[in-house]
């Protein structure tokens, strides 16, 4: 589940999978995250195992969250990239599809400039997929309500006299 309007399919998370295997690849990244806007981690590439996924998926929703504060205080909609430089790790954070938040972790193998080109065109792969998974979500949604009324219409009004005479 990325929220509560979509589902997360097999199908989808490899697709999203190869979008960031591809962006890690492509900006010379260390390791690539997707995260639900929730704080959950959606998806991940590259060298991730020495790296507390849990916390830095919380803590990201969490800095998205209180930078959307500050947009607010000034005016903006959001901001939607933010950037931290440390002396050796850098992290480019964007939020993507207005429903997950994507995480590049570079290093000098890499630029900031290589990172955003290459983020933008990932941008848009992964909003695609989203785009899919909410149409996906709201049909299969319309079919249970349907299927819902269908049975519920079968109730009779001895079926309900029966089931209070018990």
């Given at each position: 589940?990325?929220g509560?309007?979509?589902?997360?399919?097999?199908e989808?998370?490899?697709?999203l999978?190869a979008?960031?295997?591809?962006?890690c690849?492509?900006?010379?990244?260390r390791?690539?995250?997707l995260?639900?806007?929730?704080?959950?981690?959606?998806?991940s590439?590259?060298?991730?195992?020495?790296?507390d996924?849990?916390?830095l998926a919380?803590?990201?929703?969490?800095?998205?969250?209180a930078?959307?504060?500050?947009?607010q205080?000034?005016?903006e909609?959001?901001?939607?990239?933010?950037?931290?430089e440390?002396?050796?790790?850098h992290?480019?954070?964007?939020?993507?599809?207005?429903?997950?938040i994507l995480?590049?972790?570079?290093?000098r193998?890499s630029s900031?400039?290589?990172?955003?080109?290459?983020?933008?065109?990932a941008?848009?792969?992964?909003?695609?997929?989203?785009?899919?998974?909410?149409e996906?979500?709201?049909?299969?949604a319309?079919?249970?309500?349907?299927?819902?009324?269908?049975q519920?219409?079968?109730?009779t009004?001895?079926?309900?006299?029966?089931?209070?005479k018990?």
């Amino acid at each position: 589940m990325i929220g509560t309007d979509l589902t997360l399919y097999e199908e989808d998370a490899r697709r999203l999978a190869a979008v960031l295997q591809r962006l890690c690849e492509d900006s010379k990244s260390r390791a690539v995250f997707l995260i639900a806007k929730a704080g959950q981690l959606i998806a991940s590439a590259g060298e991730t195992a020495s790296i507390d996924t849990t916390s830095l998926a919380s803590l990201t929703a969490g800095n998205i969250a209180a930078t959307g504060g500050l947009a607010q205080l000034l005016g903006e909609k959001e901001f939607s990239v933010l950037f931290h430089e440390g002396e050796k790790d850098h992290l480019h954070i964007s939020v993507v599809g207005q429903r997950g938040i994507l995480v590049v972790l570079f290093d000098r193998r890499s630029s900031l400039g290589l990172v955003r080109l290459r983020v933008k065109r990932a941008a848009e792969d992964i909003g695609q997929v989203f785009t899919e998974m909410a149409e996906r979500t709201q049909r299969e949604a319309s079919q249970g309500r349907a299927a819902f009324q269908a049975q519920f219409a079968q109730i009779t009004d001895d079926d309900i006299d029966n089931l209070f005479k018990g």
